[in-house]
T-cell receptor, first 112, second 117 residues
Framework: DAKTTQPNSMESNEEEPVHLPCNHS???????IHWYRQLPSQGPEYVIH???SNVNNRMASLAIAEDRKSSTLILHRATLRDAAVYYCILRDVGGSNYKLTFGKGTLLTVNP | GAVVSQHPSWVICKSGTSVKIECRSL??????MFWYRQFPKQSLMLMAT?????????EQGVEKDKFLINHASLTLSTLTVTSAHPEDSSFYIC?????????????FGPGTRLTVT
């Protein structure tokens, strides 16, 4: 899987929007962009995924650059429960290998 | 829906003993499950891919004779840490892929914290 680069940590205030960036300059045409998050002492949970177009769901929005070399996960109103490590992962859905390769992720701190 | 459970949630064992961790998909069938290990302040590291009815595929550097994986049914995979040592103390997490859906999501269990004394 292609490599992603994320900031080690970010800080936000409660009820403010948060933009979590991810660079993936070596992304291939069949790579989907996945975001997972891991709350303390829990397993990761799926947040959102996309291929080319921006995506919205109840948890977040995913903005994908036109050249697909970067993307941004947007939490519209951060809450204390959003404090977690956020992982941006590329996965080639064209093959039969479904495994995910986790990088170091971004530790999001939300201040009350 | 799409819930994955792990049992036990935590376990303490003595050095030299074996420990079995169960991973179950509660409301879907999973032909493929994955086992990860996570040390404190570090990211998840994939240990192996567990395929129902066949042998697991281990990542490079993971001892298959030490970490025994069995995926005997579409809803259950087990990881047995044999002859555990203190350096095996870690957070073990499984995930499962829903065979009946698209391959977009993996569902993760809550993890099992293993402490070897």
């Amino acid at each position: 899987d292609a490599k992603t680069t994320q900031p080690n940590s970010m800080e936000s205030n409660e009820e403010e929007p948060v933009h979590l960036p991810c660079n993936h300059s070596t992304i291939s045409g069949t790579d989907y962009i996945h975001w997972y998050r891991q709350l303390p002492s829990q397993g990761p949970e799926y947040v959102i995924h996309g291929l080319t177009s921006n995506v919205n769901n109840r948890m977040a929005s995913l903005a994908i650059a036109e050249d697909r070399k970067s993307s941004t996960l947007i939490l519209h109103r951060a809450t204390l429960r959003d404090a977690a490590v956020y992982y941006c992962i590329l996965r080639d859905v064209g093959g039969s290998n479904y495994k995910l390769t986790f990088g170091k992720g971004t530790l999001l701190t939300v201040n009350p | 829906g799409a819930v994955v459970s792990q049992h036990p949630s935590w376990v303490i064992c003595k050095s030299g003993t074996s420990v079995k961790i169960e991973c179950r998909s509660l409301d879907f069938q999973a032909t493929t499950m994955f086992w990860y290990r996570q040390f404190p302040k570090q990211s998840l590291m994939l240990m192996a891919t567990s395929n129902e009815g066949s042998k697991a595929t281990y990542e490079q550097g993971v001892e298959k004779d030490k970490f025994l994986i069995n995926h005997a049914s579409l809803t259950l995979s087990t990881l047995t840490v044999t002859s555990a040592h203190p350096e095996d103390s870690s957070f073990y997490i499984c995930s499962a892929r829903d065979s009946g859906r698209g391959n977009y999501e993996q569902y993760f269990g809550p993890g099992t914290r293993l402490t070897v004394t």
